[in-house]
């Protein structure tokens, strides 16, 4: 028996308002506009709430921001939920382009800083999550090198626009967990009947989807223990 | 088969109204009892020997998201489009296209501009179904519909009522006759005459259904067709 062969599957934005209704036991020749306005409102609250509880590897990407002497604070696309790696790299596309790793700061932290305005190659930096986000460095970037900051960031997903066939932002491994959360929440206002058992499967296949949404390698956890030692 | 022909049926009929033949009122009413005892056939039962494949093929054409259906339908069964585009019931590849409300079209696919091979459409009025996506090629159909058959008449003369279900014709023409002969009210010679033409034909139709239904496979709730009468109880 032949199998098809190919790897396109992809519900559309509307698909899964679709299938979802179905799980609710809402007929396709039933769904109203006010059905759809809902959907579109639950799908996009649902996948907001994917962004701000767990870093989704499918949404991070990396920015690059070229620094200033003397300026310590960067603005920050405000759709960046979290950062996760950030390096600053010297001598940006020659032999002796190197990368150092620079580690994050709290707010408390920052401001228990006591010079501020030292001009140094940076090693520190604090993200503050206002609405319009920035990123401030410590120390602040001298005048005797070109520093380039490159931070790994996640983001938030993108809307869901149901017309025209648009996909989803989801890997494919998301969508079930994304058609039984959508339906899930519909089930609230159309289906009160189903939402425990809609429930129950959702936060099971959101849990799946997470464990398979990680860098499938070794941690190490190493303590530092030289300041045990004396030379 | 043991069924009748127009000429059968009439004088059927005709021996039941106990009237005399060439009378004329008779002759003059009997076709609107056929009217009336086809119609409420087709209706009530939904017939699986109406649904037909609609011809002329519907072409669809790029660009445009409106279908006009031919006026022969009564109500769609299923609608598939032929692929790809200029290939027939022979050579295509049939895609089955989703009922749905106009509503989810018009969110789904709110323009012409976004086109492509139709996955579902919705109808707009009797005779007019709109499509999403809007089609990007003149693909053809094959529309499977409820129709109604040539009723029957001295011209056609059997249908597939007056062959397969006889008993079912004449009662339901004999409820019409009844208001022929006049025999509904208190002061009519039989007022009890349509009343029990109409209990004979519910129950003569009840036995009907039972074949429809297995005919169609109709199973559980939870679908666009009609729920079996012997599904019960419901799923879904």
Not at chain 1, 48 to 56: H, L, V
Not at chain 1, 90 to 101: C, H, K, N, V
Request: hydrophobic share 40%.
């Amino acid at each position: 028996m032949a199998t098809s062969g190919t790897y396109d599957f992809n519900l559309s934005g509307g698909e899964l308002i679709l299938y979802a209704y179905s799980l609710c036991g809402k007929k396709r020749t039933e769904l109203l506009a006010e059905h759809m306005a809902d959907a579109r409102t639950a799908l996009n609250m649902l996948l907001a709430s994917f962004g701000t509880e767990t870093p989704n590897l499918w949404t991070v990407d990396e920015v690059v921001e070229t620094l200033v002497p003397s300026t310590a604070t960067y603005s920050v696309d405000p759709y960046t939920v979290m950062i996760l790696d950030a390096f600053i790299r010297t001598g940006a596309g020659t032999e002796s382009q190197s990368d150092r790793i620079i580690w994050p700061i709290s707010r408390t932290e920052y401001a228990a800083m006591p010079n501020k305005t030292l001009e140094a190659p940076p090693t520190v930096f604090w993200f503050d999550r206002v609405l319009s986000p920035t990123i401030t460095l410590w120390q602040t970037p001298d005048d005797q090198q070109d520093y380039e900051l490159h931070y790994y960031r996640c983001t938030v997903v993108q809307d869901a626009e149901p017309a025209n066939g648009q996909t989803v932002q989801a890997p494919r491994f998301w969508q079930l967990a994304i058609a039984f959360g959508l339906a899930e929440l519909l089930a609230h206002t159309y289906a009160p009947d189903r939402v425990d058992r809609l429930a129950l499967k959702a936060a099971s296949l959101l849990r799946e989807a997470r464990e398979q949404d990680v860098e499938n390698v070794p941690l190490y956890i190493a303590p530092m223990v030289g300041g045990y030692y004396r030379r | 088969m043991a069924g009748y022909d127009y000429a059968s049926f009439k004088t059927a009929i005709q021996t039941l109204c106990a009237s005399q033949a060439l009378d004329q009122p008779f002759e003059t009413i009997f076709p609107s009892a056929i009217i009336y005892a086809e119609n409420r056939i087709y209706r009530e039962l939904d017939l699986i020997s109406t649904v037909i494949e609609v011809t002329p093929v519907t072409a669809l054409v790029a660009g445009e998201r409106s279908v006009s259906l031919p006026q022969t339908i009564v109500a769609i069964n299923s609608i598939s489009i032929l692929t790809p585009a200029g290939s027939t019931a022979t050579t295509g590849t049939r895609k089955p296209l989703v009922p749905v409300t106009r509503d989810v079209v018009d969110m789904l696919w709110p323009g012409v501009d976004t086109r492509g091979v139709p996955t579902m459409f919705a109808m707009i009025d009797q005779w007019k179904i709109t499509l999403g996506p809007c089609p990007d090629d003149a693909y053809a159909t094959e529309i499977l519909a409820t129709t109604r058959p040539a009723e029957l008449s001295s011209s056609n003369s059997s249908t597939f009522l007056s062959e397969r279900l006889p008993d079912l014709f004449v009662a339901a023409a004999m409820i019409f006759m009844s208001g022929y002969m006049r025999n509904f009210g208190a002061q009519a010679s039989d007022p009890a005459q349509a009343m029990s033409w109409e209990a004979t034909y519910e129950k003569l139709k009840g036995s009907a259904l039972v074949e429809e239904e297995r005919k169609y496979f109709w199973g559980s709730s939870w679908s666009s067709q009609p729920i079996s009468t012997t599904a019960q109880p419901q799923r879904g």
